[in-house]
């Protein structure tokens, strides 16, 4: 090979080398620009999201200490409001209606405490959680005396459903307090407190109803709804307080200095401890509602999807007991074993079922075949002595028509033309004296003198026992009267038997 072809072959290797550099150049750029991108999107988005959530540089922190503060002290005009908002949540649980108790929740100033007890705890400052819960303490026991005073007094209390749906709190109580709480301290510490959330909180945790409900219980003598409604007020209350406490933590709240180093760390270990006495509960009344609407839920499918839509199944009452894991379903008919055992299967298909009891009530000896058999044997024997009736009716006619003949007879023998009927005298004289209970009529011969006969007419009459004496002769006197025109003679001798 010459020398310039040599030259020639170099210079393309070459040039081939550095087109290869560049295209891995541009490959990396392309890549580094991507990066860049994406970086850049990134932090976009981490920008965006932290201007939208982000409210720590709005918070005024010692306005709303002073705000929280000041919304503790419970006297004068504020339990007189209190005293107010309780009667008419009162009247709003047993009138039914939801509008009056929205109106009473928006009135009630028991928000106040709460709070002071999540702010005390989160700074720890001791005075003020002290104040804040004789405070709370003494709003509940004047809320509880109100509606129990209305509710004993008030002569129309009855159960409702605004009053039914405090007594079974449930997960999502949990829930609507603690975010209701959230909701209410971030308004609380941002600058210029946002009214409408506030009232809002007010009108979802439902702080005052809880409460009537509970006096309603103590009035009714009903303490499982006594203990319903307080275990929701609880929920409520210690829900908003944790959400508090959080809340002011995230925003590094100052803590409460005190001059004495010994003071400051033991009331920082009896806030810390406060604060974990308070969480425990939460905590363990979260996980206890939320197993038991578990429990609720998977109850509920079980009945509608097992039973409900079973047409050989007809369930009459149904009852869920919690405490004892037992579910009892009463039926109207006959459950057989088939079915018993089926129901029993379909049970273990449902997880939080799977530990609780089913009894199954059922009437064994009445089925529907069996009663629509003894329906049919009743009409039969009321048709059978219908008929026994009719017949005995029928012979009872056949009898008065025979006697009535034989009267006929007896009276028609009577050779004395002026002979009258006996029975028809005797139906009148019934008529006419409704008192009378026996009657007898004969004409009878008398001798005054033992030599000359005289014919006289003479009626036996009994009277009813409950006639007094003077009743009964003036009765006597009309009957005589009438018997003298009945039978068109001059005397007529009235005989008493």
């Known amino acids: 090979m010459s020398d310039e072809?040599?030259?020639?072959?170099?210079?393309?290797?070459?040039?081939?080398?550095?087109?290869?550099?560049?295209?891995?150049?541009?490959?990396?750029?392309?890549?580094?620009?991507?990066?860049?991108?994406?970086?850049?999107?990134?932090?976009?988005?981490?920008?965006?999201?932290?201007?939208?959530?982000?409210?720590?540089?709005?918070?005024?922190?010692?306005?709303?200490?002073?705000?929280?503060?000041?919304?503790?002290?419970?006297?004068?005009?504020?339990a007189w409001i209190l005293v107010c908002s309780i009667m008419v949540a009162s009247v709003g649980l047993n009138a039914n209606s939801t509008a009056v108790v929205i109106g009473a929740m928006l009135i009630s100033p028991l928000m106040g405490p709460i709070l002071g007890v999540g702010l005390s705890i989160a700074i720890n400052d001791i005075d003020t959680l002290k104040k804040s819960l004789i405070n709370l303490a003494t709003m509940i026991v004047l809320s509880l005396l109100t509606a129990f005073l209305f509710f004993w007094l008030f002569p129309l209390s009855e159960d409702t459903s605004e009053?039914?749906?405090?007594?079974?709190?449930?997960?999502?109580?949990?829930?609507?307090?603690?975010?209701?709480?959230?909701?209410?301290?971030?308004?609380?510490?941002?600058?210029?407190?946002?009214?409408?959330?506030?009232?809002?909180?007010?009108?979802?945790?439902?702080?005052?109803?809880?409460?009537?409900?509970?006096?309603?219980?103590?009035?009714?003598?009903?303490?499982?709804?006594?203990?319903?409604?307080?275990?929701?007020?609880?929920?409520?209350?210690?829900?908003?307080?944790?959400?508090?406490?959080?809340?002011?933590k995230l925003l590094r709240f100052p803590m409460l200095k005190y001059a004495n180093s010994k003071k400051r760390k033991r009331i920082a270990r009896l806030a810390s401890l406060v604060a974990i006495i308070v969480m425990i509960p939460a905590f363990w009344t979260f996980l206890t509602v939320l197993q038991e609407s578990k429990y609720e839920r998977d109850y509920k499918s079980y009945v509608e999807n097992e039973i409900e839509t079973n047409p050989n199944l007809w369930l009459q009452r149904k009852v869920l007991d919690k405490d004892n894991k037992r579910i009892s379903l009463f039926f109207n008919g006959d459950v057989s074993d088939e079915m018993i055992s089926d129901l029993q299967n379909e049970k273990r298909n449902y997880e939080n079922l799977v530990d609780f009891d089913l009894v199954i009530n059922a009437n064994k000896t009445r089925s529907a075949d069996r009663l629509n058999q003894s329906l049919d044997r009743a009409y039969a024997d009321l048709d059978e002595k219908d008929n026994i009736i009719d017949g005995l009716q029928k012979q009872i006619i056949t009898l008065e028509e025979n006697i009535t003949n034989l009267n006929q007879l007896i009276e028609s023998s009577n050779t004395n033309k002026d002979a009258i009927s006996f029975s028809s005298l005797s139906r009148d004289a019934k008529v006419r004296f409704n008192d009378l209970e026996f009657f007898g009529y004969a004409k009878m011969l008398e001798s005054k003198d033992f030599i000359n006969i005289d014919t006289v007419n003479v009626a036996n009459v009994r009277w009813k026992v409950a006639l007094n004496d003077s009743i009964v002769l003036a009765k006597e006197r009309a009957l005589q009267k009438w018997l003298k025109e009945e039978l068109k003679v001059d005397t007529v001798y009235i005989r008493r038997n």
């Open 5 to 78: 072809n040599k030259f020639n072959f170099s210079e393309d290797v070459n040039s081939q080398m550095t087109n290869e550099m560049n295209k891995e150049n541009a490959v990396e750029e392309k890549k580094e620009a991507v990066k860049k991108d994406a970086q850049g999107l990134f932090s976009s988005i981490s920008n965006f999201l932290s201007e939208l959530l982000d409210f720590r540089d709005d918070t005024d922190r010692d306005e709303t200490v002073a705000a929280i503060k000041a919304d503790i002290p419970f006297k004068g005009a504020t």
């Open 163 to 248: 009053l039914m749906g405090r007594t079974r709190p449930d997960i999502r109580d949990v829930l609507i307090a603690f975010f209701g709480g959230l909701a209410l301290i971030i308004a609380r510490t941002k600058r210029g407190t946002i009214a409408s959330v506030i009232f809002g909180v007010a009108i979802a945790t439902a702080l005052m109803p809880p409460l009537c409900t509970a006096g309603y219980g103590l009035a009714k003598g009903n303490w499982e709804y006594f203990g319903g409604a307080m275990y929701l007020f609880g929920i409520n209350t210690i829900f908003i307080a944790l959400a508090t406490f959080l809340v002011l």
